[in-house]
T-cell receptor, first 113, second 112 residues
Framework: SQTIHQWPATLVQPVGSPLSLECTVE??????LYWYRQAAGRGLQLLFY??????ISSEVPQNLSASRPQDRQFILSSKKLLLSDSGFYLC????????????FGPGTRLLVL | AQSVTQPDIHITVSEGASLELRCNYS??????LFWYVQSPGQGLQLLLK??????LVQGIKGFEAEFKRSQSSFNLRKPSVHWSDAAEYFC??????????FGAGTRLTVKP
């Protein structure tokens, strides 16, 4: 069966520090991969999605970036965190096609101080 | 681009009462529609989805949703709410460009 992992589960970082969040999927090949951010009391905001290795689409201009170095690995990064980057970051995967269900990881709670 | 509106930020119902969560979408073609549920501090779990065919869709945990094209709506319903249904519910619309748009969510509180 397929599983999706995210780490770390919780992260507290100072403003201006770098960020690296990792997401890996097991049990499937060539998935679509997604990064979402959920700010406190707000819905999900799609940040990036990827349909293949090295293929990243960005939905929102920001100081975050994403990379997909391997088929089942999706990394969210920042060179310098802002206070506004605090939130709950969710990774998801789906088989190809937008009609397919997205399966979400457990999330990473990021607090920037 | 597609968009989703969930008009109710927070709803409180008594245990055993019926529930309806509203969702309206904007998209030029027939959308792919989803309802997800999120328990506190957790990821999202799919409740049900609609692509085509019968406009009344049955999901897990006793939930159902009805697609009404004339109203651009996809409301989620449950005849009798259980305390374990307390969570946040998200409506989402998918389009042909490989992305998904989520509504802002509706938080459900269940009173004993």
């Amino acid at each position: 069966s397929q599983t999706i992992h995210q780490w770390p589960a919780t992260l507290v970082q100072p403003v201006g520090s770098p960020l690296s969040l990792e997401c890996t999927v097991e049990g499937t090949s060539n998935p679509n991969l997604y990064w979402y951010r959920q700010a406190a009391g707000r819905g999900l905001q799609l940040l990036f999605y990827s349909v293949g290795i090295g293929q990243i689409s960005s939905e929102v201009p920001q100081n975050l970036s994403a990379s997909r170095p391997q088929d089942r690995q999706f990394i969210l990064s920042s060179k310098k965190l802002l206070l506004s980057d605090s939130g709950f970051y969710l990774c998801a995967w789906s088989v190809r096609g937008i009609q397919e269900t997205q399966y979400f990881g457990p999330g990473t709670r990021l607090l920037v101080l | 681009a597609q968009s989703v509106t969930q008009p109710d930020i927070h709803i409180t119902v008594s245990e055993g009462a019926s529930l309806e969560l509203r969702c309206n979408y904007s998209y030029g073609a027939t959308p792919y529609l989803f309802w997800y549920v999120q328990s506190p501090g957790q990821g999202l779990q799919l409740l049900l989805k609609y692509f085509s065919g019968d406009t009344l869709v049955q999901g897990i945990k006793g939930f159902e949703a009805e697609f009404k094209r004339s109203q651009s709506s996809f409301n989620l319903r449950k005849p009798s709410v259980h305390w374990s249904d307390a969570a946040e519910y998200f409506c989402a619309v998918g389009a042909g460009n490989n992305d998904m748009r989520f509504g802002a969510g509706t938080r459900l509180t269940v009173k004993p």
